[in-house]
Protein backbone atom coordinates (compact mmCIF):
# COMPACT_ATOMS: atom_id res chain seq x y z
CA UNK A 1 0.00 0.00 0.00
CA UNK A 2 1.16 3.36 -0.81
CA UNK A 3 1.35 5.91 1.42
CA UNK A 4 2.49 9.27 3.06
CA UNK A 5 3.19 10.01 6.21
CA UNK A 6 3.51 14.07 7.26
CA UNK A 7 5.32 14.19 10.62
CA UNK A 8 6.70 16.95 13.02
CA UNK A 9 3.49 19.13 13.87
CA UNK A 10 2.75 20.74 16.83
CA UNK A 11 2.36 23.95 19.52
CA UNK A 12 4.69 26.68 18.69
CA UNK A 13 4.56 30.43 19.47
CA UNK A 14 4.37 33.17 17.59
CA UNK A 15 8.46 33.68 16.08
CA UNK A 16 9.06 30.31 16.51
CA UNK A 17 9.88 27.08 14.06
CA UNK A 18 8.75 23.76 13.33
CA UNK A 19 10.04 21.38 10.74
CA UNK A 20 7.38 19.01 9.05
CA UNK A 21 8.62 16.08 7.09
CA UNK A 22 6.88 13.45 4.62
CA UNK A 23 7.37 10.32 4.49
CA UNK A 24 6.69 7.78 1.54
CA UNK A 25 6.08 4.04 1.94
CA UNK A 26 5.22 1.64 -0.68
CA UNK A 27 6.66 3.68 -3.69
CA UNK A 28 9.95 5.60 -4.40
CA UNK A 29 9.39 9.08 -4.76
CA UNK A 30 12.37 10.15 -7.13
CA UNK A 31 10.48 10.55 -10.13
CA UNK A 32 7.52 12.55 -8.66
CA UNK A 33 7.10 16.42 -8.10
CA UNK A 34 5.89 16.78 -4.33
CA UNK A 35 4.05 19.51 -2.32
CA UNK A 36 3.05 20.73 0.96
CA UNK A 37 -0.56 22.16 1.14
CA UNK A 38 -2.17 23.58 4.55
CA UNK A 39 -5.61 24.09 5.24
CA UNK A 40 -7.29 25.85 8.14
CA UNK A 41 -10.71 25.73 9.83
CA UNK A 42 -13.12 26.98 7.32
CA UNK A 43 -10.78 27.67 4.51
CA UNK A 44 -10.23 26.14 1.21
CA UNK A 45 -7.37 24.15 1.36
CA UNK A 46 -4.10 26.15 0.40
CA UNK A 47 -0.77 25.63 -1.79
CA UNK A 48 2.23 25.98 0.29
CA UNK A 49 5.00 24.97 -1.31
CA UNK A 50 6.21 22.52 -4.38
CA UNK A 51 9.76 21.16 -5.52
CA UNK A 52 10.91 19.45 -8.22
CA UNK A 53 12.13 15.67 -8.95
CA UNK A 54 15.60 16.57 -8.29
CA UNK A 55 14.57 19.10 -6.08
CA UNK A 56 16.63 22.26 -7.86
CA UNK A 57 13.53 24.04 -8.26
CA UNK A 58 11.11 24.86 -6.02
CA UNK A 59 7.96 27.71 -5.30
CA UNK A 60 6.40 28.84 -2.54
CA UNK A 61 3.36 31.00 -2.26
CA UNK A 62 3.92 34.46 -1.66
CA UNK A 63 2.31 34.00 2.00
CA UNK A 64 5.56 32.02 2.99
CA UNK A 65 7.79 33.01 0.91
CA UNK A 66 11.15 34.37 2.61
CA UNK A 67 10.03 32.39 5.65
CA UNK A 68 9.68 28.28 4.90
CA UNK A 69 12.36 26.49 2.46
CA UNK A 70 11.10 23.11 1.22
CA UNK A 71 13.77 20.44 0.52
CA UNK A 72 14.00 16.55 -0.40
CA UNK A 73 16.06 13.74 0.02
CA UNK A 74 15.22 11.26 -2.65
CA UNK A 75 17.81 8.40 -1.32
CA UNK A 76 15.29 8.81 2.23
CA UNK A 77 12.21 8.88 0.22
CA UNK A 78 11.71 12.13 2.30
CA UNK A 79 10.18 15.88 1.77
CA UNK A 80 10.68 18.73 4.45
CA UNK A 81 9.20 21.63 4.98
CA UNK A 82 11.28 23.98 7.46
CA UNK A 83 8.65 26.97 8.48
CA UNK A 84 10.38 29.44 10.14
CA UNK A 85 8.98 33.28 11.71
CA UNK A 86 5.41 31.21 12.09
CA UNK A 87 2.56 33.28 12.75
CA UNK A 88 -1.25 32.77 14.08
CA UNK A 89 -1.88 32.97 9.92
CA UNK A 90 0.12 29.61 9.53
CA UNK A 91 -2.26 27.73 12.14
CA UNK A 92 -3.76 24.52 9.57
CA UNK A 93 -3.71 21.19 9.24
CA UNK A 94 -0.42 20.49 6.38
CA UNK A 95 -0.62 18.05 3.85
CA UNK A 96 2.01 17.19 1.68
CA UNK A 97 1.40 15.13 -2.03
CA UNK A 98 3.27 13.73 -4.43
CA UNK A 99 2.92 13.05 -8.29
CA UNK A 100 1.10 15.97 -9.62
CA UNK A 101 3.08 18.40 -11.62
CA UNK A 102 3.99 22.21 -12.12
CA UNK A 103 2.07 24.85 -13.81
CA UNK A 104 3.25 28.34 -13.56
CA UNK A 105 5.08 27.98 -9.87
CA UNK A 106 2.26 26.31 -8.53
CA UNK A 107 1.48 22.58 -8.00
CA UNK A 108 -1.44 20.45 -9.40
CA UNK A 109 -2.77 17.26 -9.49
CA UNK A 110 -1.22 15.17 -6.97
CA UNK A 111 -2.29 11.48 -7.15
CA UNK A 112 -0.92 10.52 -3.56
CA UNK A 113 -1.63 12.70 -0.06
CA UNK A 114 -0.68 12.38 3.34
CA UNK A 115 -3.47 12.52 6.68
CA UNK A 116 -2.53 15.75 7.66
CA UNK A 117 -0.42 17.13 10.60
CA UNK A 118 -1.55 19.55 12.68
CA UNK A 119 0.55 22.83 13.23
CA UNK A 120 -0.39 25.60 16.05
CA UNK A 121 0.82 29.14 15.97
CA UNK A 122 -0.21 31.28 19.48
CA UNK A 123 0.15 34.84 19.68
Known amino acids: QVQLVESGGGLVQTGGSLRLSCTAS????????MAWFRQAPGMKREFVAT????????YYADSVKGRFTISRDNAKNTMSLQMNSLTPEDTAVYYC????????????????WGQGTQVTVSS
Open 51 to 58: ISMTGTTS
Open 97 to 112: SAGGYINNGIYYGGDL
Open 26 to 33: GRTLRRDV
